[in-house]
């Protein structure tokens, strides 16, 4: 057991570094993907180590390994109906008389649809079978999907090549900004539709946690028979109530909802038979079983419940967060001075992160990076606009000079003169 808990606490174990995704995604892909792992451990060292234990009648022939392995294979099952005559119920979902496996269709009251009376069979509606299965294989299913978590991470590492680039080049001291502007912010090695697709791209990878998340959710909830929805929430309803009304089972009005999920003890129908050279025997035997693995499989769901709930909060976050960085990366900018402002003008938004990531990282070189970006692309736009402005300017006074009188010199001559000129 020591064993096992130093491994357990070993996975659990979450070291604080800085990594390239963020905080909203960690808790997906490492808190929620580990709790499905150690969940998965747990579960299936039950389910290597525990049996199922069952009543059979005194007159069968049958062994016991034989009555728990094929119950154990066939399943059990209770019926829900019983939920409403909680004081006729022996356990959860089971009569006390096991023969009582109906209702009156007049009264509502328990009855047997093997009654030797024929009035009484027609009378009498059989209740319908709930089977569960789900210990069968539900270890293998959880750690399927301590995987799901993990793969929106694998889409960030290939859309964010470039950012975690940049991060690891920060880690050398001797970066210059020279070799940054170059390597990054040059649209013909990193060019704009590519950035731009990778902000799109990252938005829908934050859109692919809150997906694995809830459709984790709803797989649960669908193959825990639509009890685990609000799981949650019925437990600690559960639990506000009063002692003896909660655990006395005589006097308890509503099953607990680990129960109403997950019976702990179900009925099991075996068909008894043999044939040999003197005779033929049959018999089909009805009996009550334990089924413990659901009791662990309650808590364990009980604590996803609320690790996915928490998860779900965090990944749509992650939604709002990301947009509203952009945001706030265009109001910052805007109130910044006037060079940045400038450079903020003739920048993608991948560019802007870039600018951010830098800033946080080292502020001094953010200082150099922004004073190169100003002097490459903004100067450089504002001499073509004036370039381009004169040029027009020249043309209209090429017009008025056309439409004035030849022998009629002008100011505007002379402006024209210059400018040629100075062309």
């Excluded at 402005?389 to 024209?416: C, I, K, Q, W, Y």
């Amino acid at each position: 057991m020591s064993f096992l808990a130093s491994n357990i606490k070993s996975l659990l174990a979450i070291k604080i570094k800085t990594r390239h995704d963020s905080y909203t995604d960690q808790v997906s892909r490492i808190a929620v993907a580990k709790m499905f792992i150690v969940a998965s451990v747990v579960m299936g060292i039950d389910w290597f180590h525990d049996t199922v234990a069952c009543m059979p009648p005194q007159d069968t022939t049958l062994s016991d390994d034989f009555i728990h392995s094929s119950c154990w294979i066939k399943g059990f099952y209770v019926y829900p109906d019983m939920a409403k005559h909680m004081r006729s119920s022996g356990y959860y979902g089971i009569p006390k008389d096991l023969k009582d496996d109906g209702v009156w269709n007049t009264t509502g009251s328990l009855c047997s649809t093997e009654s030797t009376m024929t009035y009484m069979r027609a009378a009498c509606v059989p209740m319908q079978k709930h089977f569960f299965t789900q210990y069968q294989w539900m270890p293998f299913f959880v750690s399927s999907l301590s995987l799901v978590f993990y793969i929106p991470y694998l889409l960030f590492r290939v859309a964010n090549t470039d950012m975690i680039s940049l991060r690891l080049n920060l880690k050398n001291t001797t970066v210059d900004a020279n070799v940054v502007l170059k390597n990054y912010f040059n649209h013909e090695i990193n060019s704009v539709a590519k950035m731009r697709l990778r902000i799109f791209v990252n938005l829908l990878i934050k859109c692919l946690y809150v997906v694995v998340n809830i459709g984790s959710f709803v797989l649960l909830d669908l193959f825990l028979n639509h009890h685990y929805f609000n799981y949650g929430v019925q437990w600690i309803r559960w639990a506000r109530d009063n002692t003896s009304l909660s655990m006395d089972f005589d006097r308890r009005t509503a099953p607990t909802p680990g129960n109403a999920m997950l019976p702990t003890f179900g009925m099991c129908d075996i068909h008894e038979a043999r044939l040999d050279t003197v005779k033929a025997y049959k018999n089909r035997v009805k009996m009550i079983c334990e089924i413990s693995s659901n009791i662990l499989y309650q808590y364990v769901f009980l604590v996803l419940w609320f690790v996915l709930i928490i998860s779900i909060t965090a990944s749509c976050l992650g939604i709002l967060l990301n947009i509203g960085g952009h945001v706030l990366t265009i109001a910052c900018f805007c109130k910044n001075s006037k060079t940045a402002r400038y450079v903020y003008k003739y920048l993608t938004l991948r560019e802007c992160e870039y600018l951010e990531f830098i800033r946080r990282k080292d502020l001094a070189l953010y200082g150099d990076v922004l004073r190169l970006l100003y002097q490459s692309k903004v100067t450089k736009v504002v001499d073509r606009e004036k370039m381009l402005d004169d040029a027009d300017g020249v043309e209209a006074d090429r017009l008025v000079l056309a439409s004035a009188p030849s022998n009629h010199p002008t100011p505007l001559m002379f402006r024209m003169h210059s400018i040629e000129s100075n062309i």
